[in-house]
């Protein structure tokens, strides 16, 4: 017999093995009922197809190895009545979806091995049966909040039941230089708030980032210095006495890079935050969208606290700048301020930037926190919830969020 004969037939072989081989043996499978309807297609292929959309299968159930193309194979069987079955492979007897993820027919989640009457009878729309959960990501399935200020929904979660003294600190400066950024949201722990500036490249990437490590985020807005030396005032610097329309582009410019931030905080702004009639209209625009501004504490004379109240928008200031000097002792006394701080008025907010002297020191300094009986905060537990313009002064209105009755008052030590 010549190669070419026998080349031929092993072809043929392989190709009836492949036509006549079992399905059930190139993977694992799972079956689930469907159930059929009048509507669609009916006419067409029979109720029991009629049932069948496009399957709306929930990414947090697919094995990390799932091919990306999401290939599913359905291998459909009517039954007698109103039902049928699929089974469920992998595609090309790959594996196939977690035991409890089901796909979703006709706005129900069906899962395996679900009659006909079980589904009818279960759950309504959108809901899983009893025990199995609709998503595996928590933000889904935890309860929204009331509010719909970014102030409310990107902040991070806080609780402190002793009322014990708090201290937060913010890193700011982040998404210029991607080792630093990345450095910054692995080592310091997610209570840490972290600040991005708005020139930052792939910033909305960095702050789904910082979010997915459970960092609530703020934007940096860069404000009016007295002068800037050597440095070039950023194209979207806040100016003071500048043209209202003029300053307000530039917010919108800055707010619309990127979203998931709670809040903003200034970038400098030792002049623009001297002129009030410069403030009240930015101050407007935070208010009415819901964020709350953050002051770094590093303009001793701005008058953002006065014109916050009076517009009714979530304030704090911090202490002041962390890492003025850049040295591991200088950093530690600023801290063991901040200490003290917090000890006499209930909390206190520091600032600093992420470079890797001031990233060592504050994980250094945040280890030893639990044990001097202080707790670290994100920035967002030292802002007042209530965002109604009253008419007492500032520090009369700071309330601290710690699960205790007896913090109101709190003074955030600027």
């Not at 935890?142 to 913010?170: C, H, M, Q, T, W």
């Not at 982040?174 to 972290?194: E, F, H, R, Y």
């Amino acid at each position: 017999m010549s190669l070419g004969v026998f080349g031929g037939l092993a072809v043929a072989l392989g190709a009836g093995l492949h036509i006549t081989a079992d399905p059930a043996a190139a993977g694992p499978r799972q079956t689930i009922s469907l159930f059929g309807t009048t509507s669609g297609d009916a006419d067409e292929k029979g109720p029991a197809f009629a049932a069948i959309r496009a399957a709306d299968y929930d990414e947090d159930y697919m094995p990390a190895d799932y091919p990306a193309s999401g290939g599913m194979d359905l291998a459909y069987t009517e039954l007698d009545g109103e039902g049928m079955r699929i089974d469920i492979t992998g595609g090309q007897g790959g594996p196939i979806m977690a035991p409890a993820a089901g796909i979703r027919i006709n706005g129900r989640l069906v899962q395996p091995g679900q009659s006909f009457g079980e589904v009818a009878a279960g759950a309504p729309s959108g809901a899983a049966p009893a025990g199995v959960p609709l998503k595996l990501n928590t933000a889904e399935t935890a309860p929204k909040p009331a509010s719909k200020a970014p102030a409310d929904i990107y902040a991070r979660p806080f609780s402190n039941p002793e009322g014990r003294p708090v201290v937060s600190l913010v890193i700011g400066g982040l998404g210029i230089n991607s080792t630093q950024t990345k450095l910054a949201i692995d080592a310091l722990p997610a209570d840490v708030t972290l600040s991005f500036a708005p020139d930052a490249s792939r910033l909305d990437y960095w702050i789904k980032m910082a979010r997915a490590d459970g960092h609530e985020v703020l934007i940096e807005v860069p404000m009016e210095a007295y002068e800037y030396g050597r440095m070039r005032m950023h194209p979207d610097t806040l100016t003071a006495g500048a043209d209202k329309k003029a300053n307000l582009a530039k917010l919108n410019q800055v707010l619309s890079r990127a979203s998931g931030y709670f809040g903003v905080i200034n970038y400098q702004g030792a002049k623009f935050g001297a002129d009030t009639g410069s403030i009240e209209p930015i101050f407007d625009v935070l208010a009415e969208r819901g964020l709350a501004f953050i002051d770094d504490g590093s303009v001793h004379k701005a008058f953002f606290g006065q014109v916050a109240d009076t517009k009714g928008l979530r304030f704090a200031r911090a202490a002041g700048p962390v890492d003025t000097r850049q040295s591991p002792q200088d950093i530690a006394a600023e801290f063991m301020e901040l200490e003290t701080l917090a000890r006499q008025h209930g909390g206190a907010i520091g600032a600093g930037f992420a470079f890797p002297v001031t990233i060592e020191a504050a994980s250094l300094w945040i280890d030893t926190l639990d044990e001097k009986g202080l707790v670290l905060a994100p920035v967002s537990a030292l802002v007042p919830r209530s965002a109604e313009p009253v008419a007492q002064p500032l520090a009369e209105r700071r309330e601290l969020r710690t699960g205790s009755v007896g913090k109101a008052g709190l003074k955030t030590g600027g």
